[in-house]
């Protein structure tokens, strides 16, 4: 039976080992797009990241009234578990101007006023001719919830530690790009899978304090390289073959706000 890392508490020897600390922060304004590079973010308790996943592109046979948004599980949306070609899309999201660009290979394509039904529509136009091809009806796009599109269903930060990225990687023999893994916050300073076992515990991220509430189980979005959009290697079956489950990083409930930054000490 393989080892589970994580179902039990791994404790650091201070002396030689540093403290965990923020390596880098994401956040992925439409769903199953790149990520954005943070500096610095402003948590408030019961929110996630401001933005992340605000939008999704919806299948043309999603039912999503934009007047009342609300959450639907993934399979409603494109998503890269089954629609890799949306890796090719390079999304930035202003949030003050709440201007949307796609770009592909550096080069803008669309862009338009997320939060309004014309600036939609505009980016639904170029959606519709780029999946071209891939079923499912006409996409568009839409705006989320205040709670946003994640897949948990609820406003959360996801968590990895890049010690536990490096075990995986050991274990596959070839680089993993840490995006494959779409995570909020990408830490330094852990042991492999310590994070796995704060589920229950209470952590703070520079000023805020985040409960940690559960494994991320991880699916075949993973599979998908973000430079390439193809399928090179099923992540998933590697975890559960290496080490007896398919989790990846921990998902974080904010109970106490703050502007955390890259470099900020976390504190399990």
């Known amino acids: 039976m393989p080892n589970r890392p994580g179902t039990r508490m791994l404790h650091r020897n201070m002396d030689d080992a540093p403290s965990p600390r923020v390596a880098a922060l994401h956040r992925y304004p439409v ?7 943070l500096d610095a973010v402003d948590l408030t308790p019961g929110h996630g990241f401001p933005d992340d996943r605000r939008f999704a592109v919806a299948l043309g046979t999603t039912a999503y009234d934009q007047t009342e948004p609300a959450w639907l599980p993934k399979a409603a949306f494109y998503q890269l578990a089954r629609n890799e070609r949306l890796t090719l899309l390079e999304s930035r999201y202003d ?4 201007m949307l660009t796609l770009s592909r290979s550096g080069k803008p394509v669309v862009h338009g006023r997320a ?3 014309q600036g939609r529509a505009v980016i639904g136009e170029f959606l519709a001719a780029f999946l071209a091809g891939e079923g499912q009806g006409r996409p568009r796009l839409v705006e989320g919830p205040e709670i946003g599109l994640a897949d948990c269903g609820e406003s959360l930060v ?4 890049e010690a536990s990225l490096g075990d995986l990687v050991r274990i596959v023999g070839r680089p993993v790009e840490r995006l494959r893994f779409r995570a909020n916050v990408y830490l330094a300073g852990t042991k492999p899978w310590e994070e796995l076992g704060w ?3 209470r952590i703070s991220i520079g000023p805020a304090a985040l409960e940690v509430t559960a494994r991320i189980g991880r699916c075949a979005a993973t599979n998908v390289d ?4 193809e399928r090179d290697i099923n992540l998933p079956r590697a975890l559960q073959q290496a080490f007896g489950h398919a989790d990846m990083g921990v998902y974080a ?3 106490a ?4 930054a890259t470099g900020d000490a976390v504190t399990p």
């Open 31 to 37: 769903k199953g797009l790149s990520a954005e590079a």
């Open 95 to 98: 949030s003050s101007s709440e």
């Open 115 to 117: 939060t309004d039904p």
């Open 158 to 161: 996801s968590i990895i530690g």
């Open 199 to 201: 589920v229950g515990r």
């Open 226 to 229: 973000p430079a390439t959009a």
């Open 253 to 255: 409930r904010v109970v």
């Open 257 to 260: 706000g703050g502007r955390i």
